[in-house]
């Protein structure tokens, strides 16, 4: 009686749970749904040539895709993104860590990195281009510039907020510095820096474009600046729409791996948050 | 046989020497520049044998866990010595177990991980010290807790899991800061009587904080009160009751309460001071 009513409740419990899932996918299919059919009515009042339609937006990546600039232009922004992410990301931990431990070093150095990073970082691109070239590696360091500090912010952050009981407690068993280092300060700097890609990953396109629509021969970003050009309407809103799927998959892929790196957080908060 | 208040012999050698504290200060740096500002330890002397438990006492904030602390060796001493079998600490010493008052768990790991790392520690290979954290926390109750992580448990229940790693890493000498301060009254019996079985098997030296002067007679060989900050000792009180005993029953001898009655005194003199100074 008792067990047959336990094994029930569980029953209720993941249909409940399957019926939210169900619920959040049609939630979802509605919030792109909406607005592309409104855009499509609108196209028709407010006229094509300002604001195209979701109908030719979908015909231009269909033309691109066939004749390969799709994916030409795609993949040079994946590049520049994606390399100078990582890049940043890399050197965000280790200053992030240096600074986070040596106190002295950080509080003689905050006032520089923090005018460096209110520097507005898009006005470096012609440095770049001019060091750099207009392929890639321009792109890639504009990205790492403008990723590099948040990472580095919140790892310092990281570092200090650090639970000193749980190394006193590693250290009072004799544990060794790589134990601890592997034990205890990785794992906690693993959200941290899952915090800063996250916000990494918008940068890091705001970068590309931006250095594409500087100096460039390809890429979404100097595509946008090309179509505008002509006052092609349809091409720019796409290039728009693939940045946006991008970034969309960034995020997707992103959400994936913290799922599974940041389990032992369901009892805390994850229940309030979905 | 009915344990008796007084009885002569225990189960627990009392050789002098394991853990000698010898004129110990201990000075926070930081704010406050008054005199005995941010004095924790105020010239604490006292030693215990090998294999003795000694329980300690005092108002909140007079310096126990930092006590504990020096004795484990994360951080030196202001002034005096520590030593640990006869070897003056200047770093953390073998053999040592520290249940913090905080539980001091990794949030991303399981319990049966938390408490395996404490064995691995001691060197035991992966699987021998999972097999091991098995049975310490189904011994201790939590057999249905195992794969559960920090931030799904209870308090009582991750203080017992802390207890655990502890009891994993197979120390010589523990130190315990209040290691049953979170678990319920029935919890609470049947984790002391657990973990008192250990210690008179094996017999390692103890010291152990709490402020539930019952629980403190009840397990020691002797109590120990400190004064308010900074903290000082106030009196010793040697437990003459036989080995082994029982967490809770050992409350049951004749002359329990006047022994409580006496540290009680102590202590209630000491934490007025605290209050009316605040006060
Ligand atoms: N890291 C620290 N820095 C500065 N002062 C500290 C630090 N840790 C403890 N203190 C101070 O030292 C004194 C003793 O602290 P301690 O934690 O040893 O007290 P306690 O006896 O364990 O108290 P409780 O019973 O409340 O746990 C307190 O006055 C506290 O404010
Ligand atoms: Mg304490």
């Not at chain 1, 979802?28 to 030719?56: C, F, M, N, T, Y």
Request: glycine fraction near 10%; aromatic fraction near 8%.
């Amino acid at each position: 009686m008792k067990a047959e009513s336990a094994a029930e409740f569980e029953r209720q419990r993941q249909l409940n749970a399957l019926k939210v899932a169900m619920r959040l996918r049609v939630d979802r299919a509605i919030a792109v749904a909406v607005p592309l059919v409104l855009w499509q009515l609108a196209s028709h009042w407010v006229g094509k040539k300002w604001i195209s339609s979701p109908v030719d937006v979908a015909q231009r990546i269909w033309f691109m895709l066939l004749d390969g600039s799709l994916e030409l232009h795609t993949w040079e922004t994946f590049k520049e993104a994606i390399i100078g992410l990582a890049i940043g990301v890399v050197l965000g931990v280790v200053f992030g860590i240096v600074l986070g431990l040596w106190r002295r070093l950080s509080d003689a150095v905050d006032p520089v990195v923090m005018g460096l990073y209110s520097l507005p970082r898009v006005s470096l691109a012609p440095l770049f281009i001019i060091w750099l070239g207009i392929g890639l590696f321009a792109k890639v360091a504009l990205v790492a510039s403008m990723v590099v500090f948040v990472v580095l912010f919140n790892v310092r952050e990281g570092v200090r907020s650090i639970d000193r009981e749980i190394i006193d407690a590693f250290r009072s068993m004799n544990a060794s510095r790589a134990a601890v280092i592997r034990h205890v300060i990785v794992p906690s700097l693993v959200p941290w820096l899952l915090t800063a890609i996250r916000i990494g990953i918008g940068m890091a396109l705001v970068g590309a474009v931006v250095g594409e629509m500087i100096g460039a021969s390809r890429g979404l970003g100097w595509y946008v600046n090309h179509t505008s050009g002509v006052y092609d309407m349809t091409g720019s809103i796409t290039a728009l729409v693939i940045l946006m799927i991008l970034a969309m998959i960034f995020n997707g892929v992103l959400a994936l791996i913290e799922r599974r790196v940041l389990r032992w957080r369901r009892g805390s908060d994850a229940w309030i948050t979905t | 046989m009915e344990p008796q208040l007084g009885a002569t012999s225990h189960g627990i050698a009392a050789t002098p020497g394991k853990i000698d504290i010898r004129g110990v200060s201990l000075r926070y740096p930081g704010f406050g520049s008054g005199e005995g500002s941010n004095l924790a330890l105020d010239n604490v002397s006292f030693g215990i044998g090998d294999g003795e438990f000694v329980a300690i006492i005092g108002p909140s904030g007079c310096g126990k866990s930092t006590l504990l602390r020096l004795v484990s060796g994360l951080f030196p001493a202001t002034a005096g010595t520590i030593a640990v079998s006869g070897q003056v600490v200047t770093k953390v010493p073998p053999g040592i177990g520290f249940l913090f008052q905080s539980d001091a768990l990794l949030p991303w790991k399981t319990a049966i991980e938390n408490v395996a790392i404490g064995a691995m520690l001691a060197g035991k290979g992966q699987k021998e010290a999972r097999a091991r954290a098995h049975a310490l926390l189904h011994e201790i109750g939590l057999g249905q807790a195992i794969d559960r992580y920090p931030s799904e448990l209870s308090g009582g229940m991750r203080k017992r899991v802390a207890l655990s790693r502890t009891m994993a890493y197979e120390p010589n000498v523990f130190l315990l800061d209040e290691p049953f301060s979170a678990l319920d009254a029935q919890t609470r019996i049947h984790v002391g009587n657990r973990f008192l079985r250990v210690l008179e098997r094996l017999g390692q030296t103890v010291m152990f904080v709490t402020h539930d002067i019952d629980e403190a007679i009840a397990l020691a060989d002797r109590v120990v009160v400190m004064t308010a900050a900074p903290g000082r000792i106030a009196a010793e009180f040697p437990i003459n009751l036989a080995r082994p005993r029982d967490y809770y029953q050992s409350r049951m001898v004749p002359g329990f309460r006047e022994l409580q009655g006496q540290i009680w005194d102590v202590l209630r003199r000491e934490m007025q001071g605290v209050l009316s100074r605040e006060g």
